[in-house]
């Protein structure tokens, strides 16, 4: 069973993904970009997406998903919109860990039915992004057979625009003793869809807050990518090449709770899914020296 929506076409050939990329995609670098004598160089770490969640003020996301239904985000939409962001579901909340921060509570209930709640940041250029956030596990946590995503950088399959597997996951996976992973998908020679797991070698603590720090390097026909990927400071994983399909549009960014084979419930008893985020950040790193 898979922790996906529908596949991206298998059909499609290498040849049909540079053509939806485009000569201009072929052409993109991500650094060193030529410029007009005497221009300045643009700046390096650019800040281009935070929440806090210290400000009731929600406009720096662009969507929410509620088992599936995916209401818009505008500027000056607030935390407090029902509509929106469901008190049940979404809640900025004192830090569990008590140091007195706001944080976000994504709760996904155990009733059988629902299954996902996540907040969204639509897609950046291409390019080289840093990504900063913060999971909190609670002790009461259920260690489970099957991807609890926290964490993705959905993409949409080549030329038709159809949702398809997201390239970059992040996600806590296995029962007893649960463990951390990214998730690769990316777009063979023949068209067919690479799933590559990386297990991270950073322990399942719970009760503690977890930092992350995800470099991106979107790869295009033409330029190589790279993930980076650090665990409290330190890196713990680097990957070269591959890292999506190649589509008309980059990934977009979303963050909160999936975990997709509860829609068709049977599980155990158990208590509702909760998982806290806190400090996201993003940085675009387009303009500085190659990772």
């Known amino acids: ?170 996600s806590l996976r296995g029962a007893p003793s649960p463990a951390w992973e990214i998730l690769v998908n990316s777009v063979a020679e023949d068209g067919s869809i690479d799933q590559t797991k990386h297990p991270l070698p950073v322990p399942f603590r719970a009760g503690v807050w977890n930092d992350w720090s995800v470099d991106i390097v979107w790869s295009t026909p033409s330029t190589p990518g790279r993930v980076t990927v650090s665990y409290a400071g330190g890196e713990v994983l680097r990957i070269d090449g591959v890292n999506n399909a190649h589509q008309k549009r980059p990934p977009y960014f979303q963050t909160g709770i999936y975990r997709s084979t509860w829609r068709t419930g049977g599980y155990a008893p158990q208590p509702d899914l909760q998982i806290y985020h806190r400090r996201i950040s993003v940085h675009d790193l387009t303009a500085c020296q190659p990772a």
Do not use: K, N
């Open 1 to 170: 069973m898979t922790a996906f929506g529908p596949l991206f076409d298998c059909a499609a050939s290498r040849r049909d993904l540079l053509r939806v990329a485009g000569a201009a995609a072929l052409a993109l670098p991500f650094a060193g970009l030529v410029r007009p004598p005497g221009a300045a160089a643009p700046p390096c770490g650019v800040l281009v997406h935070e929440d806090g969640f210290a400000t009731p003020s929600a406009g720096s996301w662009t969507e929410s998903d509620v088992d599936g239904a995916f209401p818009r985000v505008r500027s000056g939409d607030a935390w407090s919109d029902q509509r929106l962001f469901p008190s049940s579901r979404f809640a900025i909340v004192p830090d569990p860990a008590g140091s007195g921060e706001r944080v976000m509570r994504f709760t996904v209930p155990a009733d059988q039915s629902a299954y996902r709640s996540e907040i969204g940041r639509a897609a950046f250029s291409w390019g080289r992004y840093r990504y900063d956030f913060s999971t909190f596990v609670p002790e009461d946590y259920v260690p489970y057979r099957y991807q609890t995503i926290l964490a993705q950088w959905p993409g949409v399959s080549t030329g038709d625009d159809r949702p398809g597997r997201p390239p970059l996951v992040l």
